[in-house]
């Protein structure tokens, strides 16, 4: 089992950049694909970014490729999303995910999440 806590959400203005961070505690997180969603009001719980136990393999939804980033330290326990040129639509909760199947981009390839921290975005 690992525990997903995340950090770094905020109010940050259109075109703005912020750095999301998961710190991951329990079973070897090294072991584990890891992912991003995110959930605005009223709407279900989207995708966002996945990366591979190594790191060697990313993907991304198409709405935030070429503005996000995932990556991960091993050595650390902790995944991270640079978010940069902000929109007002990036607005949401967004959660770390840890599971085993890669490429999956749903909910049914994760086992473990985290709480969730907001990003809000002013246009």
């Known amino acids: 089992q690992v525990q997903l806590v995340e950090s770094g959400g905020g109010l940050v203005q259109a075109g703005g950049s912020l750095r999301l961070s998961c710190a991951a505690s329990g079973r070897t997180f090294s072991s584990y694909v890891m992912g991003w969603f995110r959930q605005a009001p009223g709407k279900e719980r989207e995708f966002v970014a996945e990366?591979?136990?190594?790191?060697?393999?990313?993907a991304y939804a198409d709405s935030v490729k070429g503005r996000f980033t995932i990556s991960r330290d091993n050595a650390k326990n902790t995944l991270y999303l640079q978010m940069n040129n902000l929109k007002p639509e990036d607005t949401a909760v967004y959660y770390c995910?840890?599971?085993?199947?890669?490429?999956?981009?749903?909910?049914?390839?994760?086992?473990?999440w985290g709480q969730g921290t907001q990003v809000t975005v002013s246009s």
């Open positions: 990366i591979a136990q190594s790191g060697g393999s990313t």
């Open positions: 995910a840890a599971g085993s199947v890669l490429g999956a981009r749903r909910e049914y390839g994760y086992n473990y």
